[in-house]
């Protein structure tokens, strides 16, 4: 079964730039996740999508930062204007809905660097 | 104050040695308590779940949670360069869905 797919894996753009990143769910898991990963930090949740309804958008910048999840399978994040601060990994994650625990499956996520 | 707490290490072993990584938490709220690898320039692997208090193992890798301490452990027996990577503590309420992490400690098991 593949895993979560990501792309780019790495992305280097210049301060004020778009950027998107993309990711490819397990097939048939509804939830998708977006989280954020600083440099020496956890993952940080940014939003999750039921299907394609973004449920918790609450720590997501939403002055830069866009989401969206077209017929409930692929997502797409992006900022603009990305800033200095940006820089991190951004990983996709995506889970079935269980009777009480959902197990989060990871991406290799995106590196993003803001120069 | 995070609700997570982990020591980032770095943590230094000699292959064969047991390791032990540790998390504290606030929220008494947190019923299942994960933890996670993760190698370099990949994204994280879960390698054990429990759910509310006890033990539980698998092979050489030994997840504790004390809930009235609110402190969670893993224990990684007989050690091997391959455990080398940043274990990440994670945590969620019953019903929720967004992972709480710690911010990772860095082991290496050298031969």
């Known amino acids: 079964e593949a895993g979560v797919v990501q792309s780019p894996r790495y992305k280097i753009i210049e301060k004020k730039q778009p950027v998107a990143f993309w990711c490819n769910p397990i097939?048939?898991?509804?939830?998708l996740y977006w989280y954020l990963q600083n440099l020496g930090q956890g993952p940080e949740l940014l939003i999750r999508?039921?299907?394609?309804?973004?449920?918790?958008d609450s720590q997501l910048p939403k002055d830069r930062f866009s989401a969206e999840r077209l017929k409930g399978v692929d997502s797409t994040l992006k900022i603009q204007p990305a800033e200095l601060g940006d820089s991190a990994v951004y990983l996709c994650?995506?889970?079935?809905?269980?009777?009480?625990?959902?197990?989060?499956?990871f991406g290799p996520g995106t590196r993003l660097t803001v120069l | 104050q995070k609700e997570v707490e982990q020591d980032p290490g770095p943590l230094s072993v000699p292959e064969g040695a047991i390791v032990s990584l540790n998390c504290t938490y606030s929220?008494?709220?947190?019923?299942?308590f994960m933890w996670y690898r993760q190698y370099s320039r990949k994204g994280p692997e879960l390698l054990m779940y429990?759910?509310?208090?006890g033990n539980k193992e698998d092979g050489r890798f030994t997840a504790q949670v004390d809930k009235s301490s609110k402190y969670i452990s893993l224990f990684i027996r007989d050690s091997q360069p391959s455990d080398s990577a940043t274990y990440l503590c994670?945590?969620?309420?019953?019903?929720?869905?967004?992972?709480?992490f710690g911010k990772g400690t860095s082991l290496l098991v050298t031969p």
């Open positions: 999508y039921e299907n394609e309804e973004a449920v918790d």
């Open positions: 429990t759910y509310s208090s």
């Open positions: 097939s048939g898991h509804n939830t």
């Open positions: 929220n008494s709220a947190f019923q299942y």
């Open positions: 994650a995506s889970s079935s809905r269980g009777v009480r625990y959902n197990e989060q499956f």
């Open positions: 994670a945590m969620t309420t019953y019903s929720g869905y967004a992972l709480n």
